[in-house]
């Protein structure tokens, strides 16, 4: 009796075990696990043209998605795309629902201290954008505006910081699509925004009252993977490197934001 409870106490480990194998995130974390599997699973921003958005069938176009595409080809496997919003980003790496990302993410140190950040694959200017007749020309000149921003956005923090001295209205938007119709509608009398996105949805819309008003940083933007990634993180850096030196990501950048590369920092 005490040795068929023993193997049915076993059976029932088994099976739970096996249960929570299932249930485990089918992430991986080194490059030899992401060939053995035959697939790559990496999360990309939408809504933020040029660098994410979808085309009219509902897929990952732009240049993160040109990027991912590299990565793909010299993995030698699969490509999986998960499209993410910029609040979704890194609590997709952490739950394990890709691999990683390369989502217009910009190393800050606080992200850092959830994530592995790679040196920059990409770069932009980030800027106030407003109606021509909307007189800006500092952050002083913005005293008791209403402004929008992308939730999660690394832009964000530069409202927030100046929320109570400049008695600020920040309204928060799930991408950069988002805020700038929110300025091109009035809902909003300025944004901080990328000046390729701004540039992007100005000319889609056609729109000739909206303008740039003054630009206070660029953002470098990396690839993020989980803390622990250390060998796949350095096979990144060394992709990221390899498509700087050939030319295949000034191409990306030229077909997509309309002008070379810029001189991308290293850390």
Same mark, same amino acid.
């Given at each position: 009796?005490?040795?068929?409870?023993?193997?049915?106490?076993?059976?029932?480990?088994?099976?739970?075990?096996?249960?929570?194998?299932?249930?485990? =995130?089918? #992430? &991986?974390?080194?490059?030899?696990?992401?060939? $053995?599997? %035959? !697939?790559?699973?990496? @999360?990309?921003?939408?809504?933020?043209?040029?660098?994410?958005?979808?085309?009219?069938?509902?897929?990952?176009?732009?240049?993160?998605?040109?990027?991912?595409?590299?990565?793909?080809?010299?993995?030698?496997?699969?490509?999986?795309?998960?499209?993410?919003?910029?609040?979704?980003?890194?609590?997709?790496?952490?739950?394990?629902?890709?691999?990683?990302?390369?989502?217009?993410?910009?190393?800050?140190?606080?992200?850092?201290?959830?994530?592995?950040?790679?040196? =920059?694959? #990409? &770069?932009?200017?980030?800027?106030?954008?407003? $109606?021509? %007749? !909307?007189?800006?020309? @500092?952050?002083?000149?913005?005293?008791?505006?209403?402004?929008?921003?992308?939730?999660?956005?690394?832009?964000?923090?530069?409202?927030?910081?100046?929320?109570?001295?400049?008695?600020?209205?920040?309204?928060?938007?799930?991408?950069?699509?988002?805020?700038?119709?929110?300025?091109?509608?009035?809902?909003?009398?300025?944004?901080?925004?990328?000046?390729?996105?701004?540039?992007?949805?100005?000319?889609?819309?056609?729109?000739?009252?909206?303008?740039?008003?003054?630009?206070?940083?660029?953002?470098?933007?990396?690839?993020?993977?989980?803390?622990?990634?250390?060998?796949?993180?350095?096979?990144?850096?060394?992709?990221?490197?390899?498509?700087?030196?050939?030319?295949?990501?000034?191409?990306?950048?030229?077909?997509?934001?309309?002008?070379?590369?810029?001189?991308?920092?290293?850390?």
């Amino acid at each position: 009796m005490k040795l068929l409870k023993n193997l049915r106490f076993a059976g029932m480990a088994v099976a739970l075990g096996a249960s929570l194998m299932a249930a485990l =995130p089918a #992430s &991986a974390q080194t490059v030899a696990e992401i060939v $053995k599997r %035959g !697939t790559v699973k990496v @999360g990309v921003l939408i809504g933020a043209p040029p660098y994410g958005s979808v085309d009219s069938q509902g897929n990952a176009i732009g240049y993160d998605m040109d990027v991912t595409k590299l990565v793909a080809k010299y993995l030698g496997v699969k490509l999986e795309v998960v499209q993410l919003t910029p609040p979704a980003r890194i609590p997709a790496l952490e739950a394990g629902k890709v691999d990683f990302l390369i989502s217009t993410l910009a190393p800050t140190p606080e992200r850092a201290k959830a994530v592995l950040f790679t040196i =920059p694959y #990409s &770069a932009f200017q980030t800027g106030i954008y407003a $109606k021509k %007749g !909307t007189a800006i020309k @500092g952050w002083d000149d913005m005293k008791g505006m209403t402004v929008g921003v992308n939730r999660g956005s690394s832009l964000e923090h530069e409202f927030v910081t100046r929320e109570k001295s400049h008695n600020l209205k920040i309204l928060r938007f799930e991408d950069d699509s988002t805020v700038m119709q929110a300025l091109f509608s009035g809902q909003v009398q300025a944004i901080a925004g990328p000046d390729a996105q701004a540039n992007a949805a100005i000319k889609a819309k056609g729109d000739t009252e909206t303008e740039s008003k003054f630009f206070f940083g660029m953002q470098p933007n990396s690839m993020a993977l989980r803390k622990d990634a250390t060998e796949l993180h350095q096979w990144l850096n060394n992709v990221i490197y390899y498509i700087k030196q050939n030319g295949e990501l000034n191409k990306i950048a030229i077909e997509w934001v309309g002008s070379p590369l810029p001189v991308l920092p290293t850390f």
